[in-house]
């Protein structure tokens, strides 16, 4: 840690730095503070431009003209208009790169593909399959790589689902707002809650349980027999001291037992379609109800999170649609937290007191 902030420091004396964003596990507890301040402060800054586009000075050019590969092998919505809203905002161009309009993967190799872009592009923002992919990019870049989704990881979702809880703090349990126990993020606070998961081991949820507990919330997760969280995953959350605060069970009710937040994600992701009809069997009982967060012992004002796109047998419409749900705040909080990240890694001076945000540098 100490060599990471004194690597930090000295760079931000030369201007910034080139850094990647592969997983929240590689964001130090005052790196993840601090994204999430620089999000809030964004967030109010903008609070009536975002549909009109107009950024504030000195948004416009943090940036400065800077061309932003957008690398998506799998479809988006969210994560997609976000980044190309947030890059355009800030001052640069999106590239947008689909599998049908470059050659990677046709007549040539991922390492092949990077390295072009390292030379043409000043950062890659990449939606890809297997995590190895974000890696080999990294691996074969001098530009910052940024995780948009892996089958492993997604950390700018969870960025924004922290951002969303903060945001939020005054619908939950008086009781577990005491302001001894919060931790600040400029004027906001995150209370020291419980975030209960109901559903399949998702990248989301192992973002979450690598960054969640680091900054005082506790974890209760609930997946079938067989859908658990993979051992990769397991070993970061050993590495960075977060067991302790995590529950695994297979039973839904006892994971959403006092909890304050309750998410889930998809079953059934991009890819895993043949499995359908399997997963559909193992994953009876789990969607997210009133009736179960009820039987479970919920708290009273518990909210609940979904990243989307959402499937009825995920969660119910009374839930989804009904005031408990945070989750259209929860898409636009994507924006702001996008926006976070580059500014960390092209604007690291930004905000109050952020000589730097500690993201994992390069090898």
């Known amino acids: 840690m100490a060599a990471l902030a004194t690597a930090a420091a000295s760079a931000s004396k030369r201007g910034p730095t080139l850094r990647n964003l592969l997983t929240l596990a590689d964001v130090s507890v005052e790196g993840l503070q601090r994204l999430l301040t620089s999000a809030a402060e964004i967030n109010r800054i903008t609070p009536t431009k975002i549909r009109a586009l107009v950024p504030p000075a000195p948004m416009d050019n943090w940036l400065n003209k800077k061309a932003i590969a957008l690398l998506f092998s799998k479809r988006s919505t969210r994560t997609r208009v976000a980044a190309e809203v947030a ?57 910052p790589v940024i995780n948009a989704l892996s089958d492993l990881w997604h950390p700018t979702q969870v960025l924004a689902d922290l951002l969303t809880i903060a945001d939020s703090a005054a619908r939950f349990n008086a009781n577990a707002s005491s302001t001894e ?12 809650l419980t975030v209960a998961w109901v559903g399949d081991s998702t990248n989301v949820l192992h973002d979450m349980l690598v960054s969640f507990p680091r900054l005082g919330l506790k974890m209760r997760v609930a997946t079938p027999k067989g859908y658990g969280t993979p051992e990769p995953v397991m070993a970061r959350i050993r590495e960075l001291g977060c067991a302790d ?18 998410a889930t994600d998809t079953w059934i992701s991009m890819g895993q379609e043949d499995e359908k009809a399997a997963r559909l069997e193992a994953f009876k009982g789990y969607q997210v109800t009133e009736a179960l967060c009820q039987a479970g012992g919920a708290e009273p004002n518990w909210q609940f999170l979904h990243c989307l796109p959402r499937k009825a047998e995920e969660v119910d419409d009374a ?19 996008i926006q976070a990240v580059f500014a960390a890694i092209f604007r690291p001076a930004f905000g109050v007191a952020q000589p730097h945000y500690e993201i994992k540098q390069k090898e």
């Open 319 to 337: 839930v989804f649609y009904g005031p408990r749900s945070l989750v259209f705040r929860e898409a636009h909080n994507r924006l702001p937290t």
């Open 87 to 143: 890059i355009r905002r800030m001052g640069g161009s999106p590239v947008f790169l689909a599998p049908d309009d470059i050659q990677l993967g046709v007549n040539e190799s991922l390492a092949d593909t990077a390295q072009v872009l390292n030379q043409l592009v000043q950062a890659i923002f990449a939606r890809v399959g297997p995590h190895s992919d974000i890696e080999a990019l990294a691996a074969n870049t001098t530009i």
């Open 245 to 262: 605060s995590i529950v695994f069970t297979h039973d839904p009710q006892e994971a959403v037992h006092g909890a304050n937040v309750v």
């Open 181 to 192: 126990q919060q931790i600040s993020l400029g004027k906001k606070h995150l209370p020291p």
